[in-house]
């Protein structure tokens, strides 16, 4: 029988090995697995890659993740907030790497990832400093920038509601990079709200299907 | 002659969005827009991080933080509207599917090239959102933003000095002193506020601008 439930938030998280890329869900607060980073923070793992919308708000959360100097490099579309303070004094003080990326091609980098795409072609960033040193092509009569998948070995998401095989449901627009990143990663953790019976959710309701996701913990 | 104020500018602005658009306001001054569109009208704006029908601030007593625009400011969303993932709500913006952006800006060039994401400076940490996909994906790029600087230079310029967000991408220019085309063959004023004639305003841009027939 498959069950992808797990006890703790900690116990879901005992294997993350240093070193590790790990894409955390959210924008803001809203989809941020607040359990499922505190474990991370409580087990230890460093020299962290993450992935994210930003780069960590007040003093929870990623900012905590970040406070804990557990995070290496970052890539993220908007870092600069009037509270990310944490992320601010570490890349004045060059103890964190940026990776700036434009949020759709965050997104799409993402999708990608998890899609088994090699590389795409998109118009966003052309012309611009993002796109210093990266490979262009002229499709049409427009001009492109060649842009690679991102993957993890971890996903840490927040949904709302969860069956044993894995399946999901979101709230509202906590829902952003849930889906996507859930894919795009070799182990994808979902704190949720409720678990439910197998044949509880609705077919049609299920946003991410059970085959993307590892482990579901109850918070 | 009169200049707009914040609200004017943001009225201005709507008067102009058609009804059945689909729109995404940039944070900031575009967002005051969401404020005066016309009431008669439906017109469907787009939250980059994954809402179509995004409607005003939410009572203190009904604000649920799973629902928040892309300034992350408490939000709600109007009967019909929808919540979908970042990747298909940038399949939106960049598919050319929203008929409008409206942004704000640091400097719009003669040739519609947008600077707004970053200022450059040495200890500046950059930071670009959806920025660069809004300027290349809407069908329409509106900028909206003051006609000088605070020390008097004109924010419409030969070419930008602040790093871009995007090339030959702006459509019209709406400023607290006019509204102006951007068109292959140069800057349409279309209109200036009242007491600002054409040769006043053409001195305070600095780039050239060409009359439309209409315009003052």
Redesign the interface.
Request: proline share 9%; aromatic share 12%; charged share 20%.
């Given at each position: 029988m498959i069950n992808k439930l797990v006890p703790t938030p900690e116990a879901a998280l005992a294997d993350v090995p240093n070193g590790a890329t790990v894409m955390i869900h959210g924008?803001?607060?809203?989809?941020m697995p607040a359990a499922l980073i505190d474990a991370l923070i409580a087990q230890g793992a460093r020299d962290l890659t993450i992935v994210n919308?930003n780069a960590g708000n007040g003093d929870t959360g990623l900012a905590a993740l970040i406070k804990a100097r557990r995070v290496r490099k970052i890539l993220c579309?908007?870092?600069?907030?009037a509270d990310s303070w944490h992320f601010?004094a570490q890349?004045?003080a060059g103890e964190i790497e940026?990776e700036?990326?434009?949020?759709?091609?965050?997104?799409?980098r993402?999708?990608a990832g998890g899609a088994g795409i090699g590389a795409f072609y998109?118009?966003?960033?052309?012309?611009?400093?993002?796109a210093e040193g990266k490979e262009t092509r002229r499709i049409g009569d427009r001009d492109y920038v060649l842009e690679y998948p991102i993957q993890a070995d971890y996903a840490l998401i927040k949904a709302d509601r969860a069956d044993r095989w894995g399946n999901l449901t979101?709230?509202?627009?906590?829902?952003?990079?849930?889906?996507?990143m859930a894919a795009a990663a070799r182990t994808t953790v979902a704190q949720v709200r409720e678990i439910v019976e197998l044949g509880d959710l609705d077919p049609e309701a299920i946003?991410t299907p059970g085959i993307f996701v590892k482990r579901i913990v109850k918070h | 002659m009169k200049k707009l104020d914040r609200k004017q500018m943001a009225a201005r602005v709507a008067r102009d969005i058609p009804e059945g658009a689909y729109v995404n306001l940039g944070i900031g001054l575009p967002t005051l827009v969401a404020d005066y569109l016309p009431k008669g009208r439906e017109i469907i704006l787009h939250s980059e991080n994954g809402i179509l029908g995004l409607g005003p601030k939410p009572p203190e007593a009904e604000i649920d933080e799973d629902v928040i625009n892309a300034g992350k400011e408490p939000a709600t969303l109007l009967t019909g509207g929808c919540y979908f993932h970042h990747a298909d709500s940038f399949a939106m913006i960049r598919g050319r599917h929203l008929d409008f952006a409206v942004l704000g800006a640091f400097q719009v060039s003669v040739a519609g090239d947008l600077a707004n994401w970053h200022t450059g400076g040495a200890d500046a940490i950059p930071a670009v959102g959806g920025a660069m996909d809004l300027a290349v994906g809407a069908k329409k790029v509106l900028v909206m933003m003051e006609h000088l600087t605070k020390d008097g230079k004109s924010k419409i310029v030969e070419r930008c000095s602040y790093p871009l967000t995007g090339a030959r991408c702006v459509d019209r220019i709406y400023t607290d002193l006019a509204v102006i085309d951007v068109k292959p063959d140069g800057l349409h004023v279309v209109e200036a506020v009242d007491g600002l004639d054409f040769d006043e305003l053409q001195r305070l841009t600095g780039v050239p601008l060409k009359r439309l027939a209409t315009a003052a």
């Open positions: 924008f803001g607060n809203a989809g919308n579309s908007f870092p600069r907030q601010d890349y004045r940026l700036l990326v434009p949020q759709g091609t965050l997104a799409e993402i999708r998109t118009p966003t960033g052309y012309g611009t400093k993002l979101y709230r509202k627009s906590a829902r952003n990079f849930g889906p996507i946003i | -």
